[in-house]
């Protein structure tokens, strides 16, 4: 299928971006002016708050949504390789999703790299996720907790989920939005969409060694979940690629893994999208709307 229209005019807008010609801090000033031309929904209360964390203060905001709740909560870790990204690079989002799922999120703001390598933004996530589960009182989320993310985001959704397994966490959901799960060269989309549209195989080899300290740590299942020896006991999870996106083929590989280990899993494949396109009107509205409707069955059901 063709890209969608707005997807064009979103590539369209984007400069040509050469990491290794490119400030870190201009790179994230760049990321986060894409934000500013996009429309942010209007929802009850926002609130930025510190969650205390293990290795340091944690900045996050909450979202309440505008009309009605179902009391659950989601905690969302925002994408950008680990590198770049924010709360306020992805506000608009999370106001829609807020809205979408009629649910509290709690938008992490977690360390990047190359300040913080690998596992910082691990312990940031998984300190917040724990964080939220001992105070879904403070925020009135009597219906459980999903972890949700894009892209590294994603990544972090996906690691928190078998780390609150592992620590007899329980989490309600996951919602992995094209994840990274490993690195990949050989696959079908890694090798079509590599070199071009929105994610080169350049940009993200470029993430990897900003935020990984030596190359064994790309063997690390906090850093390639799909690595995990066991992947059962995994909560619920729903699994979003894009047509277009060289991510996409692991993230379906991923969903198909956490399928034959028993795990609960929808897999659903967004046709002429590409990576990123949550943030566009139309194609990322609707796709909002989907995971919000997915959340609230969720949140009603009686058993994770």
């Given at each position: ?56 203060e ?35 989002f ?10 509290v999120?709690?938008?992490?703001d977690y ?9 910082a ?7 917040s996720?724990t ?10 989320i ?20 078998l ?26 989309s890694s090798v ?20 990984l ?32 996106d ?14 034959k ?44």
């Amino acid at each position: 299928m063709p890209l969608y229209p707005e997807t064009k005019r979103f590539l369209e807008l984007i400069p040509d971006v050469d990491p290794e010609k490119i400030e870190v801090d201009a790179f994230r000033q760049a990321f986060r002016g894409l934000a500013q031309m996009l429309p942010r929904e209007p929802v009850d209360h926002i609130e930025d708050i510190k969650i205390p964390g293990t290795q340091c203060e944690i900045p996050a905001r909450t979202y309440t949504p505008a009309l009605g709740r179902n009391s659950g909560g989601v905690v969302y870790f925002h994408g950008g390789g680990f590198v770049v990204g924010d709360i306020e690079s992805h506000d608009p989002f999370c106001r829609a999703l807020a809205n979408a799922s009629r649910s509290v999120v709690i938008s992490v703001d977690y360390r990047l790299a190359p300040e913080h390598k690998f596992p910082a933004a691990v312990i940031d996530a998984f300190d917040s996720v724990t964080w939220s589960l001992k105070n879904t009182e403070r925020f009135g989320i009597t219906q459980g907790i999903v972890v949700a993310g894009d892209s590294s985001g994603g990544n972090l959704s996906a690691v928190c989920a078998l780390k609150c397994r592992d620590s007899g966490l329980a989490l309600k959901a996951g919602v992995l939005v094209f994840p990274f799960t490993s690195f990949d060269v050989a696959s079908r989309s890694s090798v079509e969409y590599g070199d071009s549209l929105f994610l080169t195989r350049k940009l993200g080899n470029w993430f990897g060694a900003q935020y990984l300290s030596c190359p064994e740590d790309a063997l690390n299942p906090l850093f390639s979940p799909i690595l995990a020896s066991n992947l059962g006991g995994v909560a619920p999870t729903l699994v979003i690629t894009a047509e277009y996106d060289p991510l996409r083929d692991q993230g379906e590989a991923y969903a198909d893994l956490l399928a034959k280990a028993g795990v609960m899993v929808t897999s659903i494949r967004i046709r002429g999208a590409t990576h990123g396109f949550i943030a566009l009107p139309g194609t990322g509205g609707d796709v909002c709307s989907m995971i919000g409707g997915y959340l609230s069955r969720v949140f009603r059901a009686r058993v994770s």
